[in-house]
């Protein structure tokens, strides 16, 4: 008689969810991948060391808040500037951070740490997807780390491209290639609308953050999001909900009596004819 081994069983179902992320994730690298090369020739063609680019990509991590970086430091502006600003950029990721916090909080602090590291725009759209569906603390972090890992590994790999070869191509960041990364925030913003304060909030925080993008450092982006974050949690209190709940049910109730109406009229008939035959 053979015995199964369930360190293995387990090993070769947490190597199934590493795998499913970093599948999962594919399209938003292809989405990522211009938006490195592009990175690196603006380091090759500006003030920093090549070497500079490459560990801004390894330790940073964030596509937004390096190019914001690298203009204001060919802009030459102090080291207090730039903190700030890319730490306004940034800001979004401690909304995603709360929004997964239930489905990883059960894992320990290891963990913890390096899928906070790997992070990004694409890992959260992509992971949140797959927790949305599953109850907090039923997941462990493979999915979420194999989406994370391809993502840093996809980035790393785009960068040295765009540092070794953007100098060959001068005016590849005039070519709109660009647009491949709003197109990557469409995909991952558009599914997430299911439910009417979404919709609220995503139209509330776009509006007001291109009516505020001339504010210094940012932080009109800031303000936008703020914004949008106050409209959905609004819209998410309990007294609207209780009125939407209330609308439903009472549109239900009218339904009901509506359907019931001719059986509730139909006894008072049967007794009426009983009555008037037994006179």
Not at 85 to 114: C, D, E, F, G
Not at 161 to 167: K, M, Q, R, T
Not at 209 to 225: H, R
């Given at each position: 008689?053979t015995?199964?081994n369930?360190?293995?069983?387990s090993?070769?179902g947490?190597?199934k969810?590493?795998t499913?992320g ?7 690298m292809?989405g990522?991948?211009p ?17 500079h680019g490459?560990l801004?990509?390894l330790v ?7 190019f914001i970086?690298?203009g204001l ?10 903190w700030a ?8 990721h ?9 489905h990883?909080?059960h894992?320990?602090?290891r963990?913890?740490w390096?899928l906070g590291?790997?992070l990004?725009?694409?890992?959260f ?7 949305r ?7 462990g972090?493979?999915y979420?780390?194999?989406a994370?890992?391809?993502?840093y590994?996809n980035?790393q790999?785009w ?5 070794l ?11 709109g ?8 925030f469409?995909?991952?913003?558009v ?8 919709i609220?909030?995503a ?16 932080l009109?982006?800031l303000g936008a999001?703020?914004a ?7 819209l998410s209190?309990p ?13 239900r109730?009218a339904s009901r009596?509506?359907s019931q ?8 008939k049967?007794?009426k ?7």
């Amino acid at each position: 008689m053979t015995h199964s081994n369930p360190g293995q069983r387990s090993s070769s179902g947490h190597l199934k969810e590493f795998t499913a992320g970093a599948r999962d994730i594919i399209p938003m690298m292809v989405g990522a991948a211009p938006f490195g090369v592009i990175f690196g020739t603006l380091v090759a063609s500006g003030p920093l060391h090549l070497w500079h680019g490459q560990l801004m990509s390894l330790v940073v991590f964030a596509g937004s808040a390096q190019f914001i970086a690298l203009g204001l430091i060919a802009g030459h502006a102090s080291f207090a500037v730039i903190w700030a600003t890319t730490l306004v950029v940034n800001l979004r990721h401690v909304l995603y951070s709360a929004t997964l916090a239930p489905h990883v909080a059960h894992l320990s602090a290891r963990w913890r740490w390096a899928l906070g590291a790997l992070l990004t725009d694409e890992v959260f759209a992509v992971a949140w997807e797959h927790y949305r569906h599953r109850e907090p603390g039923t997941v462990g972090p493979h999915y979420f780390f194999g989406a994370g890992l391809a993502m840093y590994l996809n980035w790393q790999l785009w960068t040295v491209a765009g540092l070794l070869f953007g100098a060959a191509f001068p005016g590849l960041q005039s070519l709109g290639l660009d647009f491949a990364m709003v197109a990557t925030f469409i995909a991952i913003v558009v599914p997430q609308l299911v439910a009417l304060r979404y919709i609220a909030a995503a139209v509330t925080a776009g509006t007001l953050a291109f009516f505020w993008q001339a504010w210094p450092y940012k932080l009109g982006l800031l303000g936008a999001v703020f914004a949008g974050v106050a409209i959905g949690v609004l819209l998410s209190s309990p007294r609207f909900g209780r009125g939407a709940r209330g609308n439903r049910e009472s549109s239900r109730e009218a339904s009901r009596e509506a359907s019931q109406g001719p059986l509730r009229e139909a006894p008072r008939k049967i007794s009426k004819e009983t009555m008037e035959a037994s006179r």
